[in-house]
């Protein structure tokens, strides 16, 4: 524990398989280099990285309770529970930061049950379609949207 403020990023089923799962769609990159590179521009921005990824749709409400009075903002790519879960909605309404969906690929040019989204309805801000650079721009988004990052800097 460092005592910085914490930024959240929250993953859905299947990015485990990142780098392995469909590379032309998804890249090669893996789920580790994803947190490494949160944890780099987090670092970079004074924060330190939460970063959860489960294929358990109970797992990924859980873990937005925990976050949801702690976190200074949280990123999430809900991956295929962005199309089907109410229960991840509901959970999510609840967080006091501002949330932003990512998603690795653009969802809208894709099959059109990837269309809907029950993240957006409560999102800052939705990415889609950059990769791996949706999460530095969401991650700095975020902190451009805490409005005690000052005092942060200032009291680390
Ligand atoms: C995804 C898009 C979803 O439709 C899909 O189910 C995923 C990954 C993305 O990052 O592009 O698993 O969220």
Redesign the pocket.
């Known amino acids: 524990m460092t005592g910085r403020p914490i930024l959240a990023v929250l993953g ?4 485990n398989l990142l780098g392995q799962r469909e590379p032309a769609l ?1 890249g090669t990159a893996t789920l580790t280099d994803l947190e490494a590179l949160c944890t780099r521009v987090a670092d970079e921005l004074g924060y330190d990285i939460d970063f959860r990824q489960s294929n358990h749709e109970g797992d990924l409400v859980d873990f937005v309770h925990e976050i949801r009075d702690t976190a200074s903002g949280l990123v999430v ?4 529970y ?2 089907t879960s109410i229960a991840l909605h509901d959970a999510l309404v609840t967080v006091a930061a501002p949330v932003i969906e ?4 653009n ?1 809208h040019a ?1 099959e059109e049950f ?1 269309h809907v989204s029950y993240v957006a309805p409560i999102a800052a801000a939705v990415v ?1 379609g950059f990769g791996a650079a949706g999460y530095d721009f969401a991650l700095r988004h975020l902190a451009s949207l805490d409005t005690h990052r000052e005092i942060h800097r200032v009291h680390p």
């Open positions: 859905g089923p299947n990015l998804y790519n809900a991956a295929a962005t199309h990512v998603h690795l690929t969802v894709r990837r889609a």
